[in-house]
């Protein structure tokens, strides 16, 4: 919104400035307010960018966030420390700072963005020292990681699996060097140590990045790795369970927060019928279950309805104007008829007069 209001910065100001404007005098923006602007949203913008990593995938996990606090934190505290900004820039990045390391500190009740940084393709152990770790952090981090692979997914490959019958039969009609291969690699597994995967993890290097500094995804990263069956003695299964946690809240806080912002001061007398289809809509749009050429689709139809109805209508009313016509013209061809009958009875009845009056003139003269 701040920045949609910078580009129409000078259009606001016409309308704030010009005489008969709604706005009190002293609601209206000034032409210096525009440096704070541009101030706030240099301050909001990394806030923005680390919504939209939630906002571009439908179900956002652990790998897309991490590093996500680091970046807020080292935002908020470089412009608390500048020099060449009013002070009270710098108590709001201050303000800022201490907010995202509130946050962040929660992370320490749960050992997953630990587990995930040290699991990600892109960052390891290597990544630690990037994101400012201190050496005891980053220790304790590695042995939470080795705590949890030993508890709960370290594979125990010293006792081989029962083969069933119809294995030992496939294995007796393979030739003897594939027979040889995988004697060797029982041989191998059961004298390699499960707790060797994570030193080996660790130091292998970083997955490059993409040419346009794009981080793997971590989740069909570690699941390639399952399918071309590299467990690394467990640790393939408990990065997937990691990486499988979602980064946001629970689908209902989550609704909730979108139809609060269907509601707004400005748009407050919605019906809750209308409040739910719109939420509802949105969702369907966002996670792409409607096809893009629908809405155009409808309001096409919708318009192809309007311009049938107002031909329909169209036709209705020249149809009426014709016949009004019609008995207009009707009217005009059959009121002289009637005229003449009537001045036809006028004269028979000026002629019934005229005698009776020479009835009466001509009894007078009799009489006398």
Known sequence: MIQRGLKLWQGILSFTEAANSPIPADKKLKRSDESDFRKLLELLTPIAKATKKFSDKQAPN?????????????????????????????????RGHFMSAKYYGLTDQANVIVLGTLLHPNYRKHALSLLKWPRDWQNAAVAQLRKVFVEYYQLDDESPQSES???????????????????????????????????????????????????????QWWWAEREKG???????????????????????????????????????????????????LGRWFLEKSV????????????????????????????????????????????????????????????????????????????QE
């Open 291 to 366: 096809p893009e050429e629908l809405l155009a689709n409808m309001l096409e139809e919708r318009a192809e309805a309007r311009r049938a109805r107002r031909a329909a209508k169209s036709a209705m009313l020249r149809k009426r104007k014709a016949t009004t016509d019609n008995d207009a013209g009707l009217n005009k061809r059959t009121k002289p008829a009637d005229q003449m009958q009537l001045g036809g009875n006028e004269e028979n009845d000026d002629s019934a007069q005229n005698s009776n009056l020479n009835f009466d003139i001509d009894s007078d003269s009799m």
């Open 62 to 94: 652990i790998g897309d966030v991490i590093g996500m606090f680091e970046d807020l934190d080292k935002h908020f505290d470089q412009v608390s420390r500048a020099d060449d900004i009013e002070e009270v820039w710098k108590q709001a990045a201050a």
């Open 230 to 280: 590299n467990e690394r003695s467990g640790l393939t299964a408990l990065a997937l369970d990691v990486f499988s946690c979602p980064a946001t809240s629970v689908d209902a806080e989550r609704l909730f927060s979108r139809a609060g912002r269907v509601v707004t001061p400005l748009r407050h007398k919605l019906k809750a019928e209308k409040i739910g289809q719109i939420v509802t």
């Open 165 to 219: 019958d119809s294995q030992n039969e496939a294995v007796d009609q393979l030739d003897s060097f594939s027979k040889q291969l995988m004697q060797l690699a029982q041989s191998q597994r059961e004298s390699s140590n499960p707790g060797e995967a994570i030193d080996v993890w660790l130091k292998e290097p970083i997955t490059p990045l993409s040419a346009k500094g794009e981080r793997v995804d971590a989740l």
